[in-house]
């Protein structure tokens, strides 16, 4: 497992995110593989992926239902006081 810097992750995940936009396969499979890429990755990363992927879904107009609820349910999870 590779040791990622706060930024670092944050800025991999965007990356993912745009080149699989870049090939015009809609911004629901650049999400889809995005997650799929960078999830269980240790649980604070995790929650580090929730929230960029969060990033990325408010600056669209309209986003699938089970992404909004996915991701709360998971950011819900994460409990701050045991790290």
Known sequence: MEDWEYDEL???INE????FLI??????????RTFSEYINLGRL???I???AIGEILITHDKVF????E???????????TRF
């Open 10 to 12: 944050f800025g991999a």
């Open 65 to 68: 239902i089970g992404y909004v």
């Open 23 to 32: 090939l015009n396969r809609g911004y629901e499979y650049a999400i889809a």
């Open 16 to 19: 993912y995110y745009n080149d």
């Open 70 to 80: 996915g991701k709360t349910k998971r950011l819900r999870k994460f409990n701050r």
């Open 49 to 51: 992926v929730d929230t």
């Open 45 to 47: 990363e995790d929650f």
